[in-house]
């Protein structure tokens, strides 16, 4: 017995220490004062002045945010860079056509002039941090109202930011942290113009699709590279063919030495947003009633493209990007209500809110009766909450209703008779806005969807926010309602609006306010923001403000703890290690993947696992090259860092700096770490980076790219 107690109380203190360490995606700034020592504890060989420095170039100046919405690193002095497939996605698929499906077949540029521009594709560097909390909030008194205190700070900020871009190129922005508890400064250089250099074909970028998207075990080689090109001086420019490869301040050396479980790792990148000191009411909101709704509603999309995408490949390539992008949330939200619910999330919330409150009660005035105007709050908020869901994935969702929207700026030049100069410059912006959204647009798929999410709206949302559809002809049959919209509509009728959408034709222009589809859209964009929006933003204003209290005074009832702060696609780094993990009674899951695996999930009759046959041939014949590890390649392995969306791309490193692996999930069991991390399940999944360089080097011949790289045997 004694014997039994000794062992609960060992595993309870080692689980503890190991859980602390792991949660986390601390600000590279304060790595030094807050992390350092535990990391090194862990492993971790190098400094923190190695990670985030102003005085030596660091790790920092290797990664970049990609696009807008993911993370890349430099992997070369020629500004090569490395992101996950489905980051490039977009590019990719910008670039195919049914004559070039790079997509289906990859692309590898063989030279430098191959490498194919992407307007509006940019690549970021971060290029310093600083706390400004002081001046942020100088001026800013207990006297002021809620109002006067924003409006100080927004002046602030404005003029922290203006300070920090006064002659040069950079861009600065301040942002909130604890709710506003904290504020830093982030000054960002943007280069401009980035270029496809390779992806291997999705049966391998993607192989596995939605079927295996966040879940474990994973066999996906989801990288892609591209270029950044610069001006003659390095610095940003627009494309231009005059352009030159940018030189970093640093780029990452490449471990493929191997890796074990228990080994320490690192993530440097941008994790979107996370929800980690959220009250139970919140949590519930989000299990019980958010995610069901918004689950029921891209069911039905995902439903209606999933058919047509089936059986005819113009449609799938058409569909592919949004069909991914609508499913990937939708699983992600069911893996979070499973997450919540096995955690007991809500209980371990409230049992903090108990201690919180008798905290308060013990002489910390201030927050008395704190939690108790949350639930108000949040009761209130539920009704516009609701209807802002289904405002936006039932009625925005429909993909031309989102494309009249936006043509509302442009009438209201028209109306307001704004400059020429002004419309004209609308009408250009709208005319590449129409091609892109042309190119793949199926009227069909989206009309079946728009009848099939309306009649939702109608039977969820309260009646208060329902615009009257009797006033535009609605016969009570959704279908037949939708038909009519687009019979009376020119916005899914691609020549014609090509036709009219030019500057000599303002006077029939000024007519698209009367396009059915436009009117509509007007109809639920009133309500909206008449209705929904006002009432909701001040609820949630009221919300931050509580929120800025409580986490306040989180920190202060936690002294002995180091909260870190929630992601806000800010630079974070997380740490952790190499590790498995034993998901559901007798499965354990083990740390990594091989090539065997997508052999194994091979079967050419479905499509997300239908293995390339030269992928196949170089397997049969294990030309594997150094790549090899017991007779064939590692493809994925799990590590316990914490990272969320964002991270997509982000480099997985080892304890001397060296790029092991590519971020670009998480597994199921997990999912619910934007909310509550857990040691035991929360998993980031990462491709091995020996993967990578074998399918650019064995599969592509894209030996030229490997040459450009640092290799660490
Ligand atoms: N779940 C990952 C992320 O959130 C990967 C998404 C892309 N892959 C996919 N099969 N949809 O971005
Ligand atoms: N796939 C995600 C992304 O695009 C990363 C996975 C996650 O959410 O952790 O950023």
Redesign the pocket.
Known sequence: MKKIVLIFLVTLFVSLKFSSADEGMWIPLLIEKYNIEDMQKKGFKLSAEDIYSINQDCLKDAVVIFGR???GELVSGQGLLLT?H??GYGAIQQHSSIEHDYLTDGFWAMSKDEELPNPGLTATFLRRIEEVTDKTLAGVTDEMSEEERNEKIRENMKSIQDEAEKDNHYNASVRSFYYGNQYFLFVYEVYKDVRLVGAPPSAIGKFGGDTDNWMWPRHTGDFSVFRIYADKNNQPAEYSPENIPYKPKKYLPISIKGINEGDFTMVLGY??GTYQYVTSDEIKWIKNISNPNKIELRDIRLDVMNRYMQNNDTIRIKYASKNAGVS?SWK?WKGEIIGLERLNAVEKKMELEYQFRKWAESGHNEYVGLLENFSNVYSELEKYDIAYDYYREAIMAVEIVRFASRFEHLLTLLKTEADREDIEKEITNLQHLMDGFYKDYVPKIDQEIFYQLLPLYYSNVSVEFQPDLAQMNFSGNYKRFVEYLYQNSIFDDQPELKELLTIDKIDELTNLKNDAVFQFYQHFNQVYEAKIKPKRDSLNYITHTLYRSYMKGLMEMQKDKILFPDANFTMRVSYGDVKGSYPRDGIKYQYFTTLDGVMEKDNPEIYDYDVPDRLKEIYQKKDFGRYEVDGTVPVCFLATNH???????SPVLDAEGNLIGL????VWEG?MSDMIFDPEQSR??SVDIRYVLFLIDKYAGATHLIDEMAIVE
């Open positions: 919405g993911c993370t996950n489905h980051c994790p979107g990937n992600r990272t969320t969306g964002g991270n997509s791309g971020n670009f999930d998480r999912i980031n999944i």
